[in-house]
């Protein structure tokens, strides 16, 4: 049995595949420059577990390069740091 922080870690590897492979392609196809989702504490949302965290604003930009721009403002983002899935991190006042 996996111990705690393997599990973690591979749900980061997965998450880190899935934002670095799907994310873009799925952007592409259906003309979205930019995906915000907004996840507020008490509320369950369905992305928690592909995000990474249960509040704040998930923000993903495609400037057109070979990689989506990934940014999280709010949450826990000493725990979203650690993920190595996000770019760019900011307060919610920003």
């Known amino acids: 049995?996996?111990?705690?922080?393997?599990?973690?870690?591979?749900?980061?590897?997965?998450r880190k595949e899935k934002f670095r492979i799907i994310l873009p392609i799925a952007m592409r196809e259906n003309e979205i420059d930019m995906w915000i989702?907004?996840?507020?504490?008490?509320?369950?949302?369905?992305?928690?577990?592909d995000l990474g965290g249960?509040?704040?604003?998930?923000?993903?930009?495609?400037?057109?390069?070979?990689?989506?721009?990934?940014?999280?403002?709010?949450g826990d983002e000493e725990m979203l740091q650690l993920t190595g899935a996000y770019d760019i991190f900011?307060?919610?006042g920003c």
């Open 54 to 74: 249960d509040n704040g604003y998930f923000v993903f930009t495609d400037r057109g390069k070979d990689r989506v721009e990934r940014a999280v403002f709010g």
């Open 37 to 49: 989702h907004v996840m507020r504490e008490g509320n369950p949302d369905p992305l928690t577990i």
């Open 90 to 92: 900011g307060t919610e």
């Open 1 to 14: 049995m996996k111990d705690a922080r393997t599990r973690w870690e591979t749900l980061n590897l997965i």
